[in-house]
């Protein structure tokens, strides 16, 4: 069993940045996922188990980060320009592939999820 925890959340004005951390018990490729109220989670950024290749959602593409420290199984989401769209509980994913997953049904393992609310 994965153990997934992520750090990071809390609230912020439009514009500013924040860095979410998910610390992961073993390396796997990884998503960061969100779900916002009343709609359905979606995938923000996944980076595959070596960290060659990455994946950025449309929405959040030049604004977010994702990466990985695979000496310390740590993966990061830095968000910066933030709107309050983006506000929304954000996970951390793994998945025992080793390539990009798009999609909530190919992760294995979840994260409790962290609180990101930004204020206009």
């Known amino acids: 069993q994965v153990q997934l925890v992520e750090s990071g959340g809390g609230k912020v004005q439009a514009g500013g940045s924040l860095r979410l951390s998910c610390a992961a018990s073993e390396r796997k490729a990884m998503g960061w996922f969100r779900q916002a109220p009343g709609k359905e989670r979606e995938c923000v950024a996944a980076?595959?188990?070596?960290?060659?290749?990455?994946y950025h959602a449309d929405t959040v593409k030049g604004r977010f980060t994702i990466s990985r420290d695979n000496a310390n199984n740590m993966v990061y989401l830095q968000m910066n320009s933030l709107k309050p769209e983006d506000t929304a509980v954000y996970y951390c994913?793994?998945?025992?592939?080793?390539?990009?997953?798009?999609?909530?049904?190919?992760?294995?393992?979840w994260g409790q999820g962290t609180q990101v609310t930004v204020s206009s």
């Open positions: 980076i595959t188990w070596s960290g060659g290749n990455t």
């Open positions: 994913a793994a998945r025992r592939g080793p390539g990009i997953g798009l999609t909530e049904n190919v992760y294995d393992y």
